[in-house]
C-alpha cells in the first residue's frame, strides 16, 4: 500500500473508531430517535452546581469568592445582543484574556480536550472538534436561558 493511501487508511480507521466509541457511548437513546439535548446535559454536568439549574446562581454559588454572574441577563447586559465570542471563550477557558486578571471559572476546554484524546486515540484534529461541539452546544444552552 503506497505511503498517502496508508495514512488515509489510517485516519480513516481512527474517525470510525472514534465514531463507534461515540455512538457507543451515547447509548441506545440515538437507535430510538430522541432527542438529545447535548449543551443541557453538559450544562448540568459542568455548570449547574455554580450557576444553578436557571442559571442565577447554585449551591456553590455562595462558597465562590467571586459572585457568579446571571446567566439569564447576558444578552440584556450586553445591549440585547448575546454575546457569543465572550461566552465561548469564557467556557473554552484555553486562551488568556489581558486584562481580565486570574482566571476563576474552570478551563472547559483544557478538560474536554483531555478526555477527547482518550477517545479519539490522541488524533488532535477530531479531539479539537470534539472540544468545540461540546462547547458549541453549551453556549446555545446558555443562550437559550436568556430572558428579556
Same mark, same amino acid.
Given at each position: %500500500?503506497?505511503?498517502?493511501? =496508508?495514512?488515509? +487508511?489510517?485516519?480513516?480507521?481512527?474517525?470510525?473508531?472514534?465514531?463507534? +466509541? $461515540?455512538?457507543?457511548?451515547?447509548?441506545?437513546?440515538?437507535?430510538?430517535?430522541?432527542?438529545? /439535548?447535548?449543551?443541557?446535559?453538559?450544562?448540568?454536568?459542568?455548570?449547574?452546581?455554580?450557576?444553578?439549574?436557571?442559571? =442565577?446562581?447554585?449551591?456553590?454559588?455562595? %462558597?465562590?469568592?467571586?459572585? +457568579?454572574?446571571?446567566?439569564?441577563?447576558?444578552?440584556?447586559?450586553?445591549?440585547?445582543? $448575546?454575546?457569543?465570542?465572550? +461566552?465561548?471563550?469564557?467556557?473554552?477557558? #484555553?486562551?488568556?484574556?489581558?486584562?481580565?486578571?486570574?482566571? /476563576? %471559572?474552570?478551563?472547559w476546554g483544557r478538560d474536554y480536550l483531555a478526555k477527547a484524546e482518550e477517545a479519539f486515540?490522541?488524533?488532535?484534529?477530531?479531539?479539537?472538534?470534539?472540544? #468545540?461541539?461540546?462547547?458549541?452546544?453549551?453556549?446555545?444552552?446558555?443562550? #437559550?436561558?436568556?430572558?428579556?
Open positions: %500500500m503506497g505511503g498517502g493511501l =496508508k495514512v488515509a +487508511v489510517q485516519l480513516w480507521v481512527r474517525r470510525g473508531a472514534a465514531a463507534l +466509541v $461515540f455512538v457507543t457511548a451515547a447509548g441506545p437513546g440515538l437507535s430510538h430517535g430522541a432527542d438529545i /439535548d447535548v449543551g443541557r446535559q453538559e450544562y448540568e454536568v459542568n455548570c449547574i452546581a455554580c450557576h444553578g439549574e436557571d442559571g =442565577k446562581g447554585g449551591t456553590y454559588a455562595a %462558597m465562590l469568592t467571586v459572585p +457568579v454572574p446571571d446567566l439569564t441577563t447576558l444578552s440584556r447586559r450586553n445591549g440585547g445582543v $448575546f454575546p457569543y465570542h465572550r +461566552v465561548h471563550r469564557s467556557i473554552d477557558g #484555553r486562551e488568556v484574556l489581558r486584562g481580565h486578571g486570574p482566571r /476563576d %471559572m474552570p478551563i486515540f490522541g488524533y488532535s484534529l477530531s479531539a479539537e472538534g470534539f472540544v #468545540r461541539s461540546r462547547i458549541l452546544a453549551l453556549v446555545d444552552y446558555v443562550h #437559550r436561558l436568556q430572558r428579556d
